[in-house]
């Protein structure tokens, strides 16, 4: 049975609010072990108890075994102070070091943190766990559409999928289509990423996605590439501005 571990640090950090603590975390959701399989607060993702999401995808793809470590997530906030956002990074590397080896990994993130210090949040705890990890564990991780996507959060995952509804009504969705990459890269298979950085920042409230809208038309344009089979995947990915780091772009 393969052994898939879930795992992510999670929050869209605005930098113009006040700076969170690990107190936002454990606020809204700082979970640790079995307590994420029973957590009805990041349902939206895993679907345990939904029955649609990350969970029972895999379980209908194959026989495994869930290797819950720790999530945290803050929702929206500021950006994390920085030695807070250490000792929770600390503690998932710690908790997933105690599981290995693992056959495979599943990121629950948003895509848009960063500290006090750090613009790339995401991309540094992404990082870190690809170094414990080593090069051969697959890697797929599901991110808000609202993130700020990384050379270096793509260059530590093996995929990556994000929301393509604004409001968010995809999660379990694109949970789902997580869970079906993994399946393959644990049959062997490696998909090959890419991602086009457009120099523009839009406005949070020109980003809804329902027919008519200029986003909502683009990811309808989009998908034209999934139905004509070139492509496994594709997200349109406008950012987060109010992070306000060299990162943010569409």
Not at 209 to 234: K, R, Y
Request: proline residues 6%.
């Amino acid at each position: 049975m393969s052994r898939i571990a879930v795992l992510g640090i999670s929050i869209e950090s605005n930098s113009f609010a006040p700076p969170a603590s690990i107190q936002r975390f454990r606020d809204y959701a700082y979970l640790e072990g079995s307590e994420i399989l029973s957590a009805g607060v990041i349902d939206y993702w895993l679907g345990v108890e939904s029955g649609h999401g990350f969970v029972p995808a895999m379980s209908k793809l194959r026989d495994w075994t869930p290797v819950p470590i720790l999530i945290a997530d803050g929702q929206a906030a500021g950006a994390v102070l920085h030695d807070d956002y250490l000792a929770i990074r600390t503690a998932l590397l710690d908790k997933l070091e105690a599981e290995l080896p693992v056959d495979a990994i599943y990121i629950v993130a948003h895509g848009a943190g960063r500290t006090t210090e750090l613009h790339d949040l995401d991309g540094d705890y992404f990082s870190a766990v690809r170094k414990l990890v080593g090069e051969h564990v697959p890697i797929v991780a599901t991110l808000d559409l609202h993130a700020n996507l990384t050379p270096a959060m793509m260059s530590a995952c093996d995929a990556i999928v994000a929301q393509r509804t604004n409001p968010h009504v995809d999660s379990e969705a694109r949970a789902e289509d997580a869970a079906a990459l993994l399946d393959r890269m644990l049959g062997g298979w490696r998909p090959v990423q890419a991602a086009i950085r457009i120099p523009l920042l839009t406005p949070q409230v020109s980003q809804l996605t329902e027919p008519g809208e200029p986003l909502g038309e683009t990811v309808a344009q989009s998908e034209a590439f999934l139905e004509a089979g070139d492509c496994t995947g594709v997200s349109v990915i406008p950012g987060f501005s109010f992070a306000d780091t060299p990162e943010n772009g569409f």
